[in-house]
C-alpha cells in the first residue's frame, strides 16, 4: 500500500514552497513528497504524469497565529444549497440504481453489494454494458432538472465515482471492474443546471483504493471478510483527480461547490485526514476554483465535530483556507442509538442538531425521512410523524451555513428517501411552506419518562405507570427491537409490538400469588412467561422459553436504573439468579445478532431494556390478575356466582349483563372503533338528525375526536384528565421560533400542536371521504 503521510517534524517558516501540482518532482520539502508519491508495492503508478503536466504551482505558507477553535460560520457566497442529490447515476448503488442491480444478480443468484460487485456481474453477461449505457443515459435527464426548480429547489449534488473521471485503474495486479472515464455525463449535469438556474455541488464519491469498506464509495469491503485498509486509499491520485475536475469546471458559472471525498473510515487517523484535506483544498484552489465563488466541502463522518474542528484549526494554522465547510450526514435510522430512539427523542436530536449548525460551517450532505424501528405510532400515526419529521429537519438545517441536500431524487427504498414521491404525497412541503419547530419542553433529570410532556404529546401513555406483577410488559432492547419467542427460541428481532412480543410478570415461588397489587421494586425476583405459555430460561449462555413451569434458572433479579421502583419505560437489567450473568442481545456475533445471551456480568448499554406497559390505546389490555392469565397453567374458568360462564356471540355474559337481560358484545377498542366509523358515515349522511345517532362509548384516551369539517356545528367535548393536559402544553406561551398554522380544520393553532395539524396525506384523504 501507498505510504502515509508522514507528520511534518517542525513547523514551517514562511516562505514560497514549490511543488509539483500533479505529484511531479520538484516538492517544498520531503514530507510533501511523500504525500504525492506514486508508487504501489515498488511498482510505478499508471497515474505518473508525464513531464509536461508538471506544471509548477507557488503557494505560501501561513505562519500567522491560529485562529479560534469555534469561528462563527460564514454563509455560503451566493447563499445556501437546498436540493437534492443525484445518487445511483454516476455511482450506483442498490437503492437509487435497484432495476439494475435485480437484473444482474451475482452466480449464487444473490444480488450485488456494490457498483464494483454490479460491474463484474454487467461484465459477465453479453448485454450488461449495453445495459448500463442505457441507465446512464436514462436515469437524470433534463426534464429531472426542471422538476427539481419547480419545486422550489435551487441546487443539485452530483455524485461521481474517480472512473467517471479517468476510468479503470490498475493497481497491485488487480484492474477495477469499472467502466469509464465518461466525463459526458458530468457536462450534461453541468449544461442542465445552467439551463434551469441551479447550483451544482461536484461530489467526488468514490476515491481510488476507496475512502472506507463501504458500499458508498463503489466497493463494499466490510466485515466479515475486510480486506480494506485505510492505507489502501490513494492518497495522490485522488489529489490529481480533484485537480482535474477543478480545472475542467472552473470557468462554469453553475458549479458552486466541491466534495473531496464522501464518508471517509473513522479508521483514518484524524491527523493523516487533515493533512489530505489542506492538500485537497490546495489543488482545487490551484486548479482555478476560487474563494470567491466555489465552496470546498470536507466530509466529518463518524466523528465529532468539536474534535476535528479543533485539530484542524490548530494543525492547520487556522485562517489558511477560506469558503470551506464542514459536510455532516445526520440520518436517524442506521446506528443503535437511533434504533432504541422514541419520536420524542428523535425531535429533540434533530433540535440539538441546531445548536452545531450555529457553531460551525456545515452543509448537512445527506439526510431523509428514515426513523429508527424504535418509534411506533401512537398518538401520531406514521403520516403525522413524518410530516412533523420532515418540517423538523428542514426548518433545522435552514441554520446550516452552507445549506442542505436531500438523499435523494428517486430511491426505491421507499419513499423515505426518495424526495419525488415524498414531495408527490404531501410529506415535503414546498421550501416557503417549512414549519419551525417550537422550542421544545426541557427534560427535567427526576421527571419519570412516562411524565416527559413530549412523549406524552406523541404516545398515549399506560392507564397505570406502575409495573406490577401479573402485568402483561413489552421489553424493549437498547438497538431498539423488542423481545419474541417463536418456538423456543427467544430473540429481538422488530421494532413493533404485538403478541409474540408480551410477557407476564409472574413470582417464582407462586405464580397465583400475581393479583395486580404487588409493584415491582429495584432487587425484586420475577419470572418471564411468554405468550406459547412456556418460562424464559437460561441455559448455559442461551436463553430458551422452554419451562412450563417456575425453575430456579427461570428466576431473574429485576435492577432498575436510577430508580427504586419499576415504571412504564423505566430501564432496567434482568440478571439471572442462577448464572449471576445479565440478558443482552448477542450483538458481538453477526450471524446470530438477534439471539438473547446471558453472557457478561456487567451492567452496560448493551445489557438495558426498557420496560413497557400497554399504552391506552392498545387492543390488548393487561392480562387478568388470576391463575387463569398465565398460559400453561389450565385451570377452568369459572363466573361469580361458581357456575361454568355462558357465551354470547359478544363474549361471557357478566353478572351485569345478566341482571339486565341484554346480550350486548363486549365492547373491545376494535368494535369501538368500528361503532365510531358507522356512526361518522351515518352523521355525514343524516346531516342534523342527531336523535337518529347513536354515539359511541368513548373509552379514556389522549386523542381527540373532531367533526366532519363539512359540518359547521361544534362538538363539545368532555374536559378529561388527558385533554386537560393536552391543552396545557400546547396552550403554553409560543417560542420565538413558534409559527402559526392553519389545519384543515380550520384551527389557527400555535405550538407542536400546529405541526401535529398540518395537513398530511391520511388527512386529506378523511376530508375528501366526508366530502
Known amino acids: 500500500p501507498e505510504e502515509a503521510m508522514p507528520a511534518p517534524t517542525s513547523p514551517r517558516p514562511r516562505r514560497l514552497q514549490r511543488h509539483a501540482a500533479l505529484g511531479g518532482e520538484g516538492c517544498g520539502d520531503e514530507a510533501e513528497q511523500d504525500v504525492l508519491r506514486t508508487e504501489v508495492h515498488g511498482v510505478p503508478s499508471p497515474f505518473t504524469p508525464s513531464s509536461n503536466t508538471a506544471d509548477a504551482v507557488y503557494l505560501a505558507a501561513d505562519d500567522s497565529p ?121 457536462d450534461r449535469a453541468v449544461d442542465w443546471a445552467e439551463e434551469c438556474g441551479l447550483q451544482v455541488l461536484l461530489d467526488l464519491h468514490g476515491c481510488p483504493g476507496g475512502e472506507s469498506g463501504e458500499a458508498p464509495c463503489g466497493r463494499r469491503q466490510r466485515l466479515p471478510d475486510s480486506r480494506w485498509h485505510w492505507r489502501r486509499w490513494r492518497f495522490s491520485e485522488t489529489l490529481r483527480i480533484l485537480r482535474f475536475v477543478a480545472e475542467r469546471y472552473r470557468d462554469r458559472p453553475a458549479v458552486t461547490g466541491m466534495a473531496v471525498c464522501n464518508e ?39 466523528r465529532s465535530l468539536r474534535g476535528f474542528s479543533q485539530q484542524w484549526e490548530v494543525q492547520l494554522c487556522g485562517r489558511r483556507h477560506e469558503n470551506t465547510c464542514f459536510e455532516v450526514h445526520w440520518y436517524h435510522c442506521f446506528e443503535n442509538q437511533w434504533h432504541g430512539m422514541t419520536f420524542a427523542q428523535h425531535l429533540r436530536a434533530v433540535q440539538d442538531h441546531t445548536e452545531e449548525l450555529r ?13 429508527g424501528c424504535g418509534v411506533q405510532p401512537g398518538r401520531v400515526s406514521k403520516d403525522d410523524m413524518r410530516v412533523l419529521f420532515a418540517h423538523a429537519q428542514l426548518a433545522a438545517y435552514d441554520a446550516a451555513s452552507h445549506g442542505w441536500f436531500f438523499w435523494t431524487w428517486r430511491d426505491q427504498h421507499g419513499i423515505d428517501w426518495d424526495w419525488q414521491e415524498s414531495y408527490a404525497g404531501g410529506y415535503l412541503p414546498q421550501i416557503e411552506g417549512v414549519h419551525a419547530l417550537p422550542q421544545l419542553p426541557p427534560v427535567e433529570d427526576d421527571l419519570p419518562p412516562e411524565e416527559d410532556p413530549l412523549e406524552r404529546m406523541f404516545d398515549s401513555p399506560a392507564c397505570d405507570p406502575r409495573v406490577r406483577m401479573g402485568d402483561t410488559v413489552y421489553l424493549r432492547t437498547f438497538n431498539g427491537r423488542y423481545l419474541d419467542v417463536e418456538g423456543t427460541e427467544v430473540r429481538a428481532r422488530y421494532g413493533d409490538r404485538g403478541r409474540w412480543q408480551q410477557f407476564v410478570l409472574s413470582p417464582c415461588e407462586d405464580p397465583e400469588a400475581a393479583n395486580g397489587t404487588q409493584s415491582l421494586q429495584d432487587g425484586d425476583v420475577a419470572c418471564l412467561l411468554s405468550h406459547t405459555g412456556h418460562y424464559l430460561g437460561v441455559k448455559g449462555e442461551r436463553v430458551e422459553a422452554c419451562e412450563k413451569r417456575t425453575e430456579a434458572h427461570c428466576a431473574f433479579m429485576v435492577h432498575v436504573e436510577a430508580a427504586a421502583e419499576v415504571r412504564h419505560r423505566s430501564a432496567v437489567f434482568l440478571r439471572s439468579l442462577t448464572t449471576s450473568k445479565v440478558l443482552a442481545p448477542n450483538e458481538s456475533d453477526p ?44 385451570t377452568a374458568r369459572k363466573s361469580v356466582d361458581g357456575t361454568p360462564p355462558r357465551r354470547s356471540i359478544g363474549g361471557y355474559c357478566t353478572p351485569v349483563r345478566r341482571r339486565s337481560g341484554i346480550r350486548a358484545p363486549a365492547t373491545t377498542p376494535t368494535r369501538r372503533r368500528r361503532s365510531s366509523a358507522a356512526s361518522a358515515a351515518a352523521f355525514a349522511e343524516n346531516g342534523n338528525q342527531e336523535d337518529d345517532v347513536v354515539p359511541p362509548k368513548r373509552r379514556r384516551s389522549n ?17 378529561t384528565p388527558s385533554r386537560k393536559r393536552g391543552v396545557a402544553l400546547v396552550s403554553a406561551e409560543p ?17 407542536l400542536d400546529a405541526l401535529v395539524g398540518l395537513p398530511t396525506p391520511s388527512r386529506r384523504r378523511s376530508i375528501a371521504a366526508c366530502a
Not at 485526514?273 to 470546498?296: H, K, N, P
Not at 457553531?359 to 426513523?371: C, D, F, N, Q, T
Request: proline content about 10%.
Open 66 to 186: 491560529p485562529a479560534p477553535t469555534h469561528r462563527k460560520p460564514v454563509e455560503k457566497v451566493g447563499g445556501r444549497w437546498r436540493g437534492v442529490s443525484l445518487g445511483g447515476w454516476l455511482l450506483m448503488e442498490p437503492g437509487p440504481a435497484k432495476d439494475l442491480f435485480r437484473r444482474f444478480p451475482r452466480p449464487d443468484g444473490s444480488e450485488a453489494r456494490c457498483e464494483w460487485e454490479l460491474m463484474e456481474n454487467l461484465r459477465r453477461s453479453e448485454d450488461g454494458l449495453a445495459a448500463l449505457k442505457a441507465h446512464r443515459d436514462t436515469c437524470i435527464t433534463l426534464e429531472d432538472f426542471r422538476k427539481i426548480r419547480a419545486m422550489g429547489l435551487n441546487a443539485v449534488r452530483v455524485p461521481f465515482g474517480y472512473w467517471i473521471v479517468k476510468g479503470p485503474i490498475t493497481a497491485g495486479g488487480e484492474t477495477d471492474p469499472y467502466e469509464g472515464p465518461a466525463l459526458e455525463y458530468l
Open 735 to 751: 417560542g420565538p421560533h413558534c409559527l402559526e398554522a392553519t389545519t384543515p380544520l380550520g384551527r389557527n393553532t400555535t405550538g
Open 703 to 719: 386523542s381527540v375526536a373532531t367533526p366532519a369539517p363539512t359540518q359547521e356545528r361544534s362538538v363539545e367535548l368532555a374536559a
Open 264 to 302: 471517509p473510515s473513522h479508521e483514518v487517523p484524524l491527523d493523516v485526514l487533515c493533512r489530505f484535506y489542506d492538500r485537497a483544498v490546495q489543488e482545487i484552489r490551484a486548479g482555478g476554483m476560487l474563494e470567491g465563488r466555489v465552496s470546498i466541502v470536507l466530509p466529518v463522518f463518524q
Open 359 to 371: 457553531r460551525y460551517p456545515i452543509v448537512v450532505g445527506e439526510w431523509s425521512l428514515a426513523l
Open 591 to 634: 450471524s446470530g445478532r438477534d439471539s438473547i445471551v446471558a453472557r457478561w456480568g456487567d451492567f452496560g448499554e448493551w445489557q438495558r431494556f426498557i420496560i413497557e406497559k400497554p399504552l391506552s390505546t392498545v387492543v390488548t389490555p393487561r392480562r387478568p390478575r388470576r391463575r387463569s392469565s398465565f398460559p400453561g397453567l389450565p
